[in-house]
């Protein structure tokens, strides 16, 4: 392993903790990645929680005899949420662990960006109060680094085009990539289960935030993000939205409204999610597809958002 890389002994009391639905192949290519040619790997513990499991990773973890990897496949759908509080769970409950480096099935296990987000928690003399480290992301489709969680109003995407160089506090980032201290686990802090899918990430980090935890970006942790955006119009007129189902519509607006009922929010808040709102309901009218369906999703996500509805809804 290159000497840039994390080390055995700094990731001695990290957990790798993959989350994944119905992603046998990724998977996989992620723990080859880690173990290599051998059965052993650096990190306190590997976890991967699935939903509705083949049987195809467990049956690759016999056959490759992996050490230390805990495969937890659910019989129902967990959803982004509920997958990210039972890895965070099952991270907590290992002895000697102190972080969770959270990756998605499409995400990469970055040793060297892992090695710079460990190297910033160890400076620091007050280590305990860090609640979240996360990686600088750059989002590929954009050309830009993401800055949208330097505030805790629910804006849309703010990036720019020129590498940040001194780490910034941040309220929130996506989990992919991240890494999570253990302690606010242990102390009763976990994702909201019922938000079952979207903004889980979010409402997690606002709820480190209400508690006193602290979150960072490190600039020296550099992850690209593959996240797709549909690209409409030409030239200067040219803008970029989000491509998501139109299920995902329902708990864009259901979520949202119900992270900012469940963390300290004012009317400065509640503006801007009213501004979120209008905005989905205008991307909607106008440039995104299936239409008439997706308006129909927004309504009754608003709808159980105010009526502080949760959990799985009947799509996806």
């Known amino acids: 392993m290159p000497p840039s890389y994390a080390t055995e002994s700094t990731l001695a009391h990290v957990c790798l903790v993959i989350s ?3 992603q046998d192949e ?8 880690v173990y290599g040619d051998g059965t052993t790997h650096p990190f306190c513990k590997i976890i991967v929680v699935d939903s509705l499991g083949s049987g195809a990773i467990s049956d690759a973890i016999d056959e490759a005899g992996w050490e230390d990897i805990i495969y937890e496949n659910a019989s129902t759908n967990l959803g982004a949420a509920g997958n990210h509080f039972k890895r965070l769970t099952i991270a907590s409950e290992q002895s000697g662990a102190r972080w969770a480096y959270a990756v998605n099935d499409d995400g990469e296990v970055k040793l060297d960006a ?6 910033h928690a160890n400076a620091q003399p007050d280590q305990k109060q860090l609640g979240a480290l996360y990686p600088l992301r750059y989002t590929t489709h954009l050309q830009k680094y993401n800055l949208t969680g330097r505030t805790r109003l629910p804006i849309p995407y703010v990036g720019t085009t020129v590498k940040p160089t001194k780490n910034f506090p941040v309220y929130w980032a996506s989990s992919n990539g991240a890494l999570y201290h253990l302690e606010p686990v242990r102390s009763g802090l976990l994702p909201w289960v019922d938000l079952w899918h979207g903004w889980e990430d979010r409402g997690y980090g606002l709820l480190l935030d209400d508690h006193g935890w602290r979150q960072e970006v490190v600039c020296d942790a550099v992850f690209e993000d593959g996240y797709e955006y549909e690209a409409h119009g030409s030239g200067n007129a040219q803008i970029r939205i989000s491509d998501k189902p139109t299920w995902y519509a329902y708990y ?4 949202l409204i119900l992270i ?10 509640w503006s801007v999610v009213a501004g979120r709102v209008a905005l989905e309901f205008g991307l909607s009218a106008t440039l995104r597809k299936d239409k008439k369906r997706r308006m129909q999703f927004l309504l009754a996500g608003i709808r159980d958002g105010l009526l502080g509805k949760a959990g799985k809804w009947k799509y996806p």
């Open 20 to 22: 994944t639905f119905r």
């Open 26 to 33: 990724s998977v996989l290519g992620l723990l080859r990645g």
């Open 114 to 119: 892992l090695n710079a987000l460990l190297k």
């Open 252 to 255: 864009q607006m259901r979520n």
């Open 260 to 269: 900012t009922q469940r963390t300290a929010s004012n009317s400065l808040t």
